[in-house]
C-alpha cells in the first residue's frame, strides 16, 4: 500500500524571499501549510502565490506553537508531516524518496528523518547531535565532548515526522519557543519505543541562521532553549550542575583562547551565570 503524500509544515517569520524559494523548490506538488508569525503581507503573498495554505498566527508565537496551530488544522488522521525551514530547500522527488525510506520494513520504529543538508556553499552539514544531558555538558567541560554517545536527535530544518508517531507521541511542547522542540519531541518519541535515522542518500540544502539576523539574539535564544530542556528532563539538580559546568568550561576557555573565541567564551559564560531564559526575555522586551 502506497503511502500518501506528506504534508509540508513552514513556519515563517519575515523573509519572503527565503520562503519563495522553499515553496518554489516543491514545484507545487505538495500540500503545504505556511504559518506565519510575522503577519506579514509579503509573506501571505508569497505563500497565496505559490497555492500554499495559510495561517496568520497574530503574533510571534515560537515555532512549536506554529507548527501545532497547523496540525491543528490538519485534524488527528493526518499522515506523515515534513517540518521545513523556510531557509531550507527540498525537491519533491527527494522528499518521496525521504518518505520511502522512513516507510521502508526495517524501519517501521523510525519517528523522524532527515535527509542530509548541505549549506549555500555546499558544505554538509551536521544533522545528529546527542541529547543535553548535565553529564554531557560536564563532559565538554573538561574537553572530552567528543566521548562516543548513545542515541542522537536530528536537527529541525528539514524533519520528517511519521503520522503514526506524532499521534503516538503528541505534538510539540510549546514551551519551547525556538529551538529544541525537536529534541524534545524525539526524545519523547525514544522513551516510547521509536528512533530517528537520516536518510543518506537525500541532500537538501539549508542555510541557516533563518530564524533572527541577530547571531547574539540566536545565540540567546538557544540556551534558553537548552535551559527549559535540561529543567524538563533534570529537574532543578540537573539544570543546576548543567548551568556550573557550562559556566567552569566557557569560563575556562575565556582565559585559555586569544580575540574573538576569547570574546565569545566570555558572553556564554556571563549568559550562563545571568540565566540563559533571563537573559532571551530581557532581549525580548
Known sequence: MTEPDPQVVVVAYHEPEALDRCLAALEGQLAVTVVDNSSSAEVR?????????????????????????ALATLGPDAGDVLLLNPDATIG??????????????????????SPRLLDGAGHEQRVAWPYPTPLRM??????????????????GAVLLLRGEALRAVGRLDERFFLYAEETDW???ALDAGWRSAICPDVTARHAGAG???????????FHAAQETYIRKWFGRGGWSVYRAAACA???????????????EAARRMRLYLLGPRRCAAVGAE
Not at 519533491?92 to 528523518?113: C, Q, S, T
Not at 530564524?211 to 535564544?221: F, H, T, V, Y
Not at 569560563?251 to 580575540?259: E, F, H, P, S
Open 45 to 69: 503573498a508569497v505563500a497565496e502565490r505559490h497555492a500554499a495554505s495559510y495561517l496568520d498566527s497574530g503574533t510571534n508565537v515560537g515555532f512549536a506553537a506554529g507548527v501545532n496551530s
Open 92 to 113: 519533491p522527488l527527494e522528499l518521496a524518496k525521504l518518505a520511502a525510506f522512513m516507510h521502508a520494513p526495517e524501519n517501521e520504529r523510525v519517528a523522524a528523518v
Open 138 to 155: 560536564c563532559l565538554e567541560a573538561v574537553g572530552l565532548g567528543r566521548v562516543p554517545y548513545r542515541g542522537a536527535f536530528l536537527i
Open 186 to 188: 524525539q526524545r519523547r
Open 211 to 221: 530564524s533572527s539576523s541577530d547571531p547574539r539574539r540566536r545565540e540567546a535564544l
Open 249 to 263: 568550561g566557557a569560563g575556562a576557555r575565556a582565559l585559555l583562547l586569544t580575540r574573538e573565541r576569547r570574546a
